[in-house]
C-alpha cells in the first residue's frame, strides 16, 4: 500500500499553514533521499554523468541551504564558518554515511527554527547577501520548500541514471571510467557559487542545477 505524504495526514496542526507546508516539504524530502539514494555506493553518490552535479553535491547543498536561508530569515548574515562549508559543497570523496547524517541533523534542526519561525510576522523584512535583497521571512521559508524540493528531483534524477548505467566500481579503472562520464569534472565553471559582486554570499547560482538560463537563474539561497 502507498504511503501517504507528509501534508496529508493532518500533522504539524500547531504551526500556521506556511510554516507547516515548508515543515512537510522537508519531511517529504528525506523520505525521498532515503528512498532514491539510501542505496547509492559511495563511489556511486559522487559519480557526475555528462558533467551533471552529483547526488553528494544536491544533498550537502540543499542541507547547507536550508541553515543559510533560516539565518536569513532570523535576520542575520551569513558567518564564515557557513561560507567555507558553501565552497566545499562539490568536494568529492564524500560519503553516503556522512551525506546522510549531514542530513538528518540539518533537517532536525531546520524544523525547529521553521516551528519558531512560522509563529511570527510573515511580511516582516529580511534581505539577502551582500547586496541585501529585500525579501520577507515568508518569502524566505517558501523559497526554502521550493529549492530543498528542486535539489531533491535533481538528486533522485542523478541517481536513477548513475543506477541504470550500472557504473562498474570494482576495479582500479573505476575511476577513470568516472572521470570519462563526466568529463567536464574538474571544471570550477560546472557548478560554482557565483556571487552578485563576485563575492560567495550564498546569493549562489550553480550552473549544475539544470534550472534554466545560467544568465537569468538566480537561486536566492
Known amino acids: 500500500m502507498p504511503s501517504t505524504e507528509p501534508w496529508l495526514p493532518g500533522t504539524e496542526v500547531d504551526v500556521p499553514a506556511v510554516g507547516r507546508a515548508v515543515l512537510h516539504a522537508l519531511q517529504l524530502a528525506d523520505e525521498d533521499l532515503r528512498k532514491w539514494c ?3 555506493s559511495d563511489a556511486e553518490v559522487n559519480v557526475r554523468p555528462a558533467g551533471a552535479a552529483p547526488v553528494a553535491f544536491h544533498i550537502r547543498h540543499l542541507a547547507r541551504s536550508i541553515d543559510r536561508l533560516l539565518t536569513y ?9 557557513q561560507m567555507s562549508r558553501l565552497r566545499t559543497e562539490l568536494d568529492p570523496g564524500a560519503t553516503s554515511a556522512e551525506l546522510f547524517a549531514e542530513l538528518t541533523a540539518a533537517l532536525a534542526d531546520g524544523g525547529t527554527r521553521v516551528r519558531a519561525l512560522g509563529k511570527t510576522n510573515l511580511e516582516e523584512p529580511r534581505v539577502v ?26 538528486a533522485i534524477t542523478t541517481a536513477r541514471v548513475v543506477a541504470s548505467r550500472k557504473i562498474s ?18 571544471g570550477e565553471g560546472d557548478v560554482e557559487a557565483i556571487a552578485f559582486d563576485g563575492e560567495s554570499h550564498d546569493g549562489e547560482r550553480y550552473a549544475g542545477d539544470w534550472c534554466g538560463d545560467e544568465e537569468e537563474q538566480s537561486e536566492l539561497d
Open 129 to 154: 547577501g551582500k547586496k541585501r535583497l529585500p525579501t520577507t521571512v515568508g518569502g524566505l521559508l517558501v523559497h526554502l520548500a521550493d529549492h530543498t524540493q528542486r535539489h531533491v528531483g535533481q
Open 73 to 81: 530569515a532570523e535576520g542575520r548574515n551569513l558567518s564564515e564558518e
Open 169 to 186: 566500481l570494482a576495479d582500479a579503472g573505476a575511476e577513470q571510467t568516472i572521470e570519462q562520464d563526466g568529463k567536464h569534472d574538474q
Open 38 to 40: 539510501g542505496n547509492l
